[in-house]
């Protein structure tokens, strides 16, 4: 059967999408949240989604309802986006959406506003096939992803009932530049501490460095206990909690193509971790532990003979089911006692994430694998877990329904960096993808 031609969609889309991009909604920065808001609504609205606006922490929650059929899906993205920081490094204006050599420039064309709306002008396409939409869709749509989302979780557990669904297609996901749809079906958890040391009221003479301990030697003997050379973390019970993998994730992780290379290509990486036969097994199950800063004492140019009075250290964990972010926090700050560092403080930061992972065998992760292949004329690549984190668990424990991952992200899009962009190849598929979708789950 040949597919509907979709053309007018696509473009619309893409007008929808500039439209979006103009309103600056950084949520970091607390700029334009309301009026990005307000306009997502009106586009849900004209497609006949009723829409209740809740007030968040940060901006306000948009929950929207539509349609009638067997399948409910629930969708999730978010309007928020990264600061445009450094702007002098973008080479168009990044709250102007730009087309050049067939990728559209702009923060947010990828991150998450054009998943977004190639998602709605799929349904917007279906819609008009069909004569009206075949399926119940639910969307709920934050504005606070980009600072952690601190309201989401309350705001799920609170309105279990209203969101219950069949399956949950989640905000992002990617295309390889052969043409490959790149699948999650999980994500891992986050916490983010600092380690903060102080051994006097002030910087001492460096002399000094004979008899009074220095906060930077500690932190790094500190920081040093916690991992092995291959990455292993070290801290007694660290490892007590993880949910073996299923079979399905072994054999998914097994048919994964490749070993890193696009990855050490694109950054020019001089190190790994692990063998390269162990980088997709490392990326989807392995929970880690990583250095984000170390800051303290003189920084600047030339040396300066000091001894510091304080230091501090930023580290993120990464973790994976059934590991609980809570015992991980007292895991460490047991390990650190032990090791003689009492002194050192732990200060946890943002909010944390539990690590989610979906079943590889539901049938609708298997029909959003089946679509994509469909749509793309490419073999899907599924990942059971995304490496990065977001809030995914609480979907999974309040509304009780498999996630699936796909979207039209691509290596070199720079997402959170100047220049964010998606390819207008990408885009097109996305709607497609959106179509497909709804439709394979509103006919069973």
């Known amino acids: 059967m040949t597919p509907p031609d979709l053309t007018a969609h696509i473009e619309r889309g893409l007008r929808d999408l500039a439209d979006l991009v103009a309103i600056p909604s950084v949520s970091a920065q ?30 306000p929650i948009l929950l929207a309802e539509a349609g009638e059929g067997p399948f409910t899906l629930l969708i999730y993205n978010h309007y928020d986006v990264q600061p445009e920081d450094p702007a002098e490094l973008w080479d168009t204006p990044p709250f102007t959406l730009t087309e050049r050599d067939g990728r559209l420039y702009g923060r947010g064309a990828s ?32 504005g606070e992803e980009e600072v952690g989302s601190p309201s989401l979780e309350a705001f799920i557990e609170a309105h279990a009932a209203e969101l219950k669904a069949d399956g949950v297609w989640w905000e992002f996901g990617s295309i390889t530049p052969e043409g490959r749809p790149v699948l999650y079906a999980g994500l891992k958890g986050i916490i983010c501490v600092e380690l903060r040391c102080r051994v006097a009221a002030s910087d001492l003479h460096s002399s000094n460095g004979a008899v009074v301990d220095n906060p930077l030697w500690r932190l790094a003997a500190a920081v040093a206990s916690l991992r092995g050379p291959d990455g292993t973390v070290l801290i007694p019970g660290f490892h007590d909690d993880v949910r073996p993998p299923s079979q399905a994730d072994l054999d998914a992780i097994a048919a994964l193509p490749g070993t890193g290379e696009a990855l050490r290509d694109t950054y020019d990486v001089t190190r790994t971790l692990g063998e390269r036969s162990e980088y997709h097994t490392r990326l989807n199950l392995k929970p880690v532990v990583n250095v984000n800063g170390f800051h303290g004492g003189y920084e600047g140019q030339g040396s300066k003979t000091v001894l510091p009075a304080e230091g501090m250290v930023k580290l993120d964990f990464r ?24 002194d050192i403080e732990i200060v946890e930061l943002e909010s944390h994430q539990h690590p989610a992972r979906s079943d590889l065998n539901h049938p609708f992760v298997k029909t959003a694998v089946q679509v ?18 977001g809030p995914m668990h609480p979907f999974m424990q309040h509304v009780g329904a498999p996630i699936i991952a796909l979207g039209i992200g691509n290596i070199g899009g720079r997402v959170h960096a100047p220049n964010e962009n998606i390819l207008r190849r990408d885009f097109k598929n996305g709607v497609r993808y959106a179509a497909a979708l709804l439709a394979a789950l509103a006919d069973g």
Do not use: C, M
């Open 111 to 142: 991150d998450d506003k054009g998943e977004l709306v190639s998602r709605l002008a799929g349904l917007r396409a279906l819609r008009e096939q069909r004569g009206g939409l075949p399926l119940k869709v639910k969307w709920l749509i934050e």
């Open 372 to 389: 994509a292949r469909d749509v793309h004329g490419h073999e899907p690549i599924l990942n059971p877990s995304s490496g990065g984190s």
């Open 30 to 59: 607390g700029r334009h949240l309301p009026d990005a808001a307000r306009a997502v609504q009106t586009l849900l609205e004209a497609e006949g989604f009723t829409v209740r606006q809740y007030p968040g922490q940060v901006a």
């Open 319 to 342: 973790l994976v089911p059934d590991q609980h972010p809570d015992r991980i926090v007292d895991l460490l700050r047991a390990h650190l006692d032990t090791q003689g560092f009492s």
